[in-house]
């Protein structure tokens, strides 16, 4: 406890001084009032233990300090001063609230103990409220232990449902209704089989019961919905080790599902794929192998040409598959750097002209008037642009056109294609970048190629911010125009004509 502090209001000094003699000595500080007005004033002024107070006062009397204090800082003990001619007087104080009461004439003695008796009093209220805090901050932190409980219950993403040992759903969360789509309200204080249709569900959780262990199920829980759950169910039991209920999380593992799918059908197309170019060249290894003696040379270099372009073509398709998965992974870094448009295009050119001319194919670029930079990775981009000219000259009848052109509109700049080709129809163009895809028919079937080539394009143009648009009208022709924002205009190397125009 702090520096007790002890306040005597009595009218008779001899009594006020006889008070701070006796508790001199024990560090108590004390102050003294000669009335009730005067020890009104200090009470409201400083913070006091203790009060002595004489009841018989001129003035304010002792019992309207003992009022005042009562009323307003119900802490302070007082103990009564008065005569023993008076002492009904101090019982009728004491009824009132006071602590304690002194007889006059005291001793020394005497008031120390009564000084003593209150403040144990004060130190065991003190401990009194501090348990009282503790026990309330407890109970606060148990309060707030059960909310947070009670809000990642009801926040998991996964469903819970607990029930007793008869299967009567107990508790669930939020995520339970969703999940298992239970229309049954209240689903509470119900059976399972009242909400859930499913046996898989309902069978796991008796068998979790009855076996007393964990049981794991994944399965779809109705024809309707296409979900699929994974569960896992566990017996509750009591300290004796009897089963009293379960406790079942349901996962929804629909797109993991989902996913699962989507590889095993790619592996099965990548299988099919690679399987028919090389069964072709195993069928023309055979036919080498036992035709090769009767027939004429011509014939046997004609086969060893065509093994060649399919071993070719199945190589291209392996590596096409193996950059498709590694743009799709992120695992490959792009170095950018700043390059011209014009000086991808004419590469490009270069590359599929003799493609074009074989076929009788006009090839022609049409550059914009501006020299802009844009960042790139110069060979991916090369090679996407390349898929896109080569795909043109592929799916354009002989003696075609296809027109390249650079453009640069709000910040960006325009790669477009364009060709008097087979064209696309309405219903094909938005596959066309799937893997594989290919569109089939009398147009297209003589045409080689294994359906990644978009696919890989359109990984690169969006590894470069940029993005695709493609118009197409079956037997006119289609366009494929690819976008990327600029980076800047390339002063240094536009021509003094257009730095004229440029200012
Ligand atoms: P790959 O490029 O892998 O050798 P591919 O050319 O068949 O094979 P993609 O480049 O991905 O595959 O093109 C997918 C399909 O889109 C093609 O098979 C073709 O049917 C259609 N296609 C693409 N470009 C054109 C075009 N310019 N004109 C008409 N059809 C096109
Ligand atoms: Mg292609």
């Keep these: 406890m702090d520096t ?138 148990i309060d707030k232990s059960q909310s947070r409980l009670k809000t990642v219950f009801s926040c998991m993403a996964e469903a819970v449902l607990i029930t007793d040992t008869e299967g009567i759903v107990v508790l669930h969360n939020p995520a339970a209704i969703k999940i298992l789509e239970i229309q049954t309200d209240p689903f509470i204080g119900k059976h399972l089989a009242a909400s859930i249709r499913d046996r898989t569900a309902i069978n796991m959780i008796n068998e979790a019961m009855s076996k007393v262990m964990v049981v ?122 700043p390059i011209r448009g014009e000086d991808i295009i004419r590469d490009v050119i270069e590359i599929t002209k003799l493609q074009a001319e074989s076929k009788g194919i006009s090839l022609s670029y049409t550059p914009c008037g501006e020299d802009w930079l844009f960042n790139v990775d110069y060979d991916h981009m090369r090679t996407a642009i390349m898929n896109i000219v080569s795909n043109s000259v592929k799916y354009t009848p002989d003696g075609g056109q296809v027109l390249l052109s650079t453009e640069v509109t709000g910040g960006f700049i325009n790669f477009r294609v364009q060709d008097t080709g087979i064209g696309i129809s309405k219903e094909d163009l938005p596959h066309i970048f799937d893997r594989f895809f290919r569109v089939k028919g009398k147009a297209t079937r003589h045409i080689t190629g294994s359906g990644l080539g978009l696919a890989l394009v359109k990984e690169v143009v969006e590894a470069h911010q940029g993005y695709i648009d493609v118009q197409s009208t079956p037997q006119v022709g289609t366009t494929f125009i690819l976008s990327f924002p600029v980076v800047q205009k390339n002063t240094a190397t536009i021509s003094p004509e257009l730095q004229a125009i440029a200012q």
């Design 4 to 141: 007790v502090r002890i306040l005597v209001i009595d009218d008779e000094k001899v009594i006020r001084e006889g008070v701070e003699r006796a508790l001199a000595k024990r560090g108590y500080e004390i102050a003294k009032a000669e009335d009730g007005n005067k020890g009104l004033e200090l009470l409201k002024e400083q913070k006091f233990d203790i009060v002595l107070t004489d009841l018989m006062m001129p003035g304010l009397d002792g019992f309207a300090v003992l009022d005042w204090i009562r009323e307003n800082q119900p802490h302070v003990q007082v103990i009564v001063i008065t005569g023993f001619a008076t002492v009904t007087k101090a019982v009728t104080a004491m009824k009132q609230g006071a602590f304690d009461f002194v007889g006059k004439p005291f001793t020394p003695d005497y008031i120390r103990v009564v000084v003593d008796r209150a403040i144990d009093r004060l130190a065991m209220r003190a401990e009194t409220e501090r348990l009282r805090e503790e026990k309330n901050m407890g109970l606060l932190a």
């Design 216 to 337: 794991t199920r994944e399965f779809a829980p109705g024809a309707i919905s296409r979900k699929f759950l994974r569960a896992y169910c566990s017996p509750v039991t009591n300290e004796q080790g009897a089963v009293i209920g379960s406790v079942t999380t349901f996962e929804d593992i629909s797109a993991h599902k989902q996913i699962d799918k989507m590889k095993s059908d790619f592996v099965a197309m990548v299988a099919h794929e690679l399987k028919s170019p090389l069964a072709s060249v195993e069928q023309m290894i055979y036919a080498l192998q036992v035709g090769c003696k009767y027939e004429a040379t011509s014939s046997c270099n004609a086969l060893h040409k065509r093994m060649t372009t399919r071993t070719k073509d199945l190589l291209r398709l392996i590596e096409n598959l193996l950059n498709l998965s590694k743009l799709e992974s992120g695992t490959v870094v792009f170095n950018l750097e």
